[in-house]
């Protein structure tokens, strides 16, 4: 049962255009989404995250949409930079409702920018 | 750098043997978790500790045993290791349990 889902394993996009990659998720508890990004070889590096009152949070190039009706959330990075070409994973938590913040992952989306 | 240290970088060992990963949390923050990557499964929450006390569990083996110490380092023991246990073991660290979570460099452990 994978509550947290990022259907598309890859995406390729222009240096300078926007990347938008996207996560749904089923359980209706969770309440806090992030997004990491992972080089190999690394560990996830914390992006951007979101509450389940907001429908938008943005960090500079960084923009996280949620639609808490469709259980969808998106990142959007714009302009969209070489350095940028990484694995991301969206992250799903109950965090502000319970009493553990044990995140559950999708599977990631590898992002290619091309120069 | 994110402030979690894990060590070792990586470890090769045997089937049926038993290894310890260790894992110092950012200065400050009281919830440890430990996360495994393999191939087939991505990243799995497996267990949280907060201030020495286990929160919560997932998806852990009963061969896989964790504690938080005092000084909230962390250890997770594996033990009678079979191949598939082969994965990148993910520390992370928060100030309480409704804080982002930050990642360690992880363990790549290689089970022969």
């Known amino acids: 049962d994978q509550q947290v889902k990022q259907n598309s394993p890859s995406l390729s996009v222009q240096e300078g255009r926007i990347s938008i990659l996207n996560c749904d998720y089923t359980?209706?508890?969770?309440?806090?989404f992030l997004w990491y990004k992972k080089y190999p070889a690394e560990g996830p590096t914390f992006l951007i995250s979101i509450s389940s009152i907001k429908d938008k949070n943005e960090d500079g190039r960084f923009t996280v949409f949620l639609n808490k009706s469709a259980k969808h959330l998106s990142l959007h990075i714009v302009p969209s930079q070489p350095g940028d070409s990484a694995v991301y994973f969206c992250?799903?938590?109950?965090?502000?409702?319970?009493?553990?913040?044990?995140?559950?992952f999708g599977q990631g989306t590898t992002l290619q920018v091309k120069p | 750098d994110s402030g979690v240290t894990q060590t070792p970088k990586h470890l090769i060992t045997a089937t049926g043997q038993r290894v310890t990963l260790r894992c110092s949390p950012r200065?400050?923050?009281?919830?440890v978790y430990w996360y495994q990557q393999s191939l087939d499964q991505g990243l799995q929450f497996l267990i949280q500790y907060y201030n020495g006390e286990e929160r919560a569990k997932g998806n852990i083996l009963e061969r896989f045993s964790a504690q938080q110490f005092p000084d909230l380092h962390s250890e997770l023991n594996l033990s009678s290791l079979e191949l598939g246990d082969s994965a990148l073991y993910f520390c992370?660290?928060?100030?309480?349990?409704?804080?982002?979570?930050?990642f360690g460099p992880g363990t790549r452990l290689l089970v022969l």
């Open positions: 200065s400050g923050d009281l919830s």
């Open positions: 359980n209706s508890m969770f309440d806090y």
């Open positions: 992370a660290s928060s100030e309480d349990s409704q804080e982002t979570q930050y």
């Open positions: 992250a799903a938590s109950a965090s502000l409702s319970g009493n553990t913040g044990k995140l559950i």
